[in-house]
């Protein structure tokens, strides 16, 4: 079974730039999440979707950030403008819904912001 | 706010050490997960417990959730090199598939 696909694997951008990042869940797997994960720290929640609606987005910073899952496969995290705190590791993760609760990550996407 | 806190949140110790770490939360949570985190790479789901006082033991590492569901722990005995790396405790409440993720635990094992 292949696992939770993202790309790129890195990104380097000057603030005040776009960057786009994308995630293609394990198949079958009905929620994906999206989290932030400062250097050293845990990952934090930013958005969650279930099929393409979204569950919870409280702490995604809807000024700058914007997340979609049109088809309720594969999703695109996206900020604009970047900002210098904006330099952390975006990790996709999916679960399938049930009594598991049981999510697997992606390997992430570092982003440096100059 | 939920929080979990996790403790110690540094560790370094020799081989063959035994070492406990600990996952607290003032929240009551329907399921807790234990995952690890190498660098570079996301974190990797080791456990989930779901009752109170349930315990799951994978090889050299024992994982007890607290009968009240709101702490956990993580004992490595005789800890290897390749145990090094982060140790995340995320819970999750009821109804709900929103993850909470602990504050995080590094763990450096000395050969």
């Known amino acids: 079974e292949a696992g939770v696909a993202q790309s790129p694997r890195y990104k380097i951008i000057e603030k005040r730039q776009s960057v786009a990042f994308w995630c293609n869940p394990i198949?079958?797997?009905?929620?994906l999440y999206w989290y932030q994960q400062i250097l050293g720290q845990g990952p934090k929640l930013l958005i969650q979707?279930?099929?393409?609606?979204?569950?919870?987005d409280s702490q995604l910073p809807k000024d700058r950030f914007s997340a979609e899952r049109l088809k309720g496969v594969d999703s695109t995290l996206k900020i604009q403008p970047a900002k210098l705190e904006d330099s952390a590791v975006y990790l996709c993760?999916?679960?399938?819904?049930?009594?598991?609760?049981?999510?697997?990550f992606g390997p992430g996407t570092r982003l440096t912001v100059t | 706010t939920q929080l979990l806190e996790q403790s110690p949140q540094f560790l370094s110790i020799q081989e063959g050490e035994n070492l406990t770490v600990y996952c607290n939360s003032s929240?009551?949570?329907?399921?807790l997960q234990w995952y690890r985190q190498e660098p570079g790479e996301g974190p990797v789901l080791l456990v989930t417990?779901?009752?109170?006082?349930e315990v799951k033991k994978l090889k050299r590492l024992t994982f007890q959730f607290g009968d009240a569901r709101k702490d956990s722990s993580l004992h490595i005995t005789a800890a290897q090199p390749g145990d090094t790396g982060l140790y995340l405790c995320?819970?999750?409440?009821?109804?709900?598939?929103?993850?909470?993720f602990g504050t995080g635990t590094r763990l450096k094992v000395l050969a």
């Open positions: 417990v779901v009752t109170g006082g």
């Open positions: 929240s009551v949570f329907s399921s």
């Open positions: 198949s079958g797997h009905a929620t």
């Open positions: 995320a819970g999750t409440t009821s109804g709900t598939y929103k993850y909470i």
């Open positions: 993760a999916s679960s399938a819904l049930g009594q598991t609760y049981e999510q697997y």
């Open positions: 979707f279930q099929n393409n609606g979204v569950v919870d």
